[in-house]
C-alpha cells in the first residue's frame, strides 16, 4: 500500500476548432507548453513541503495520447524545469482518456520500490491540433464536438507528510483481445484521406463488459461484508435454481465511496454508469458538470471532477473516492482514493465559476 501525498492542480484550455485546422509543429508544441507549464508551475507554487525544491523528484510520468513529438513531453518538461540528470522518466501516449489512471497505477508501482520519501511528478493532458477531423464521417466528428485541451499536475510521495489523499487500491482491465473492443476507438484515415478518431456504435456495450469486469476485481477490495454476502446468495440462487429469469445483483456502490470521478466520455456514458451502479444524481453531479463546463479533457477530465467537489466544499477527511476511466484500447481503469486532509484552498479551474453550478443539464444523450 503506498501513502500517497496528493497535490494537484488544473488547467483548462479551450481552443477554437476553426484555428486547430491550420497549426503547425511550433504551434501545437506551444498549446501544450502552455498547458502543461501553467499546471506544474501552479503545482510547485501550491507544494509546501520542508526542504522542498525541484530536486527532490525522483520520476516523472507524463500521458498524452494524441500529441507524441520528438523530443517528448516528458524530455521537454525536464529542459525547462532543469530536473536532476538521474531522473527516471516515461512518456505514455496513445492510451486515451483512461491514461491518467493509468500514470497512477505506474507511479505507485515505482514508488514500491524506490525509497522511502521518494517523488513522482505527474502530468496528464492532451492536445487536439494533430487530429481536428476535417472530413464529413459522422463517426469521426463526434471527437472534434467532445474533445477539448486541458491539463492537470500531481505529486506522489510514499512519505506521509502533507500528504492530502492516500491511495488505496487501483484495477486496470484490458479488453483488447476481442476484435471489436480494440477496433471501438480507432484512428484511422477515412474514404478521403482525413485523418480522424472513429468512435464505433458498439462503444457503450463494451464499456459496460469492461466496468463489470474491473468491478468483479475492485467489488471484493472495497464493498462493505454485507454486500458480498448479498451478491454470493443471488449468485448461488441463479446457479442452484437454474432461473436466469432471477436478476443479477448489483452491488450497491454508495455504501464502499462517498464521491464518483466517472470518466466525462459524453453525456450517454455517464447516463449508463449511473443507471447501471444505481447512483443519485448528486453522485454523478461532479462529472456532468465537468462535461457542461469543460468538454472531455480526456485523462486530465477525473481530477477536473475532483476539484469540482473540493470547490463544492464536499470532501471530508475519510472520505473515498472512486476514480472510473475509459479509453481505447479497450480500457477500464479505476483508482480508490481516500481523503486524509481536505484542501483549505479550492482554488482551482471552477474558482470563477463554482458560483453558478450546478446547473440543469438534460440527461438524454
Known sequence: MVDTRWCVTYTTFVNSRKKAKHKGSMVLRADAELVIFSSIDDLLAKTTCPNWSLDVIDVLITNCSLFCPVPSTADRIVNRYKLRHDIRIVNLSGMGCSAGVTAVGLARNILQVLPWGSHVLMVSTETLGPFYYKGNTRSMQLGNILFRMGGSAMLLSTCKNKARFKLTHVERTLVGADDGAYRCVYQEDDHEGNIGLTLSKDL??????????????????????????????????????????????????????????????????????????????????????????FGNQSSASVWYELAYIEAKGRMRKGDRVWMIGFGAGYKCNTAVWVCTRPSVDANGPWASSIHRYPVNVSKEG
Open 204 to 293: 457503450m456495450a463494451i464499456a459496460g463488459d469492461a466496468l463489470k469486469a474491473n468491478i468483479t476485481a475492485t467489488g471484493p477490495l472495497v464493498l462493505p461484508t454485507s454486500e458480498l454476502i448479498k451478491y454470493l446468495l443471488f449468485s448461488a440462487a441463479r446457479k442452484v435454481l437454474h432461473r436466469r429469469n432471477i436478476r443479477s445483483y448489483i452491488p450497491d456502490f454508495r455504501m464502499a465511496f462517498e464521491h464518483f470521478c466517472i470518466h466525462v466520455g459524453g453525456p450517454a456514458v455517464i447516463n449508463s454508469v449511473q443507471l447501471g451502479l444505481g447512483l443519485s444524481d448528486e453522485h454523478v453531479e461532479p462529472s456532468r458538470m465537468t462535461l457542461h463546463r
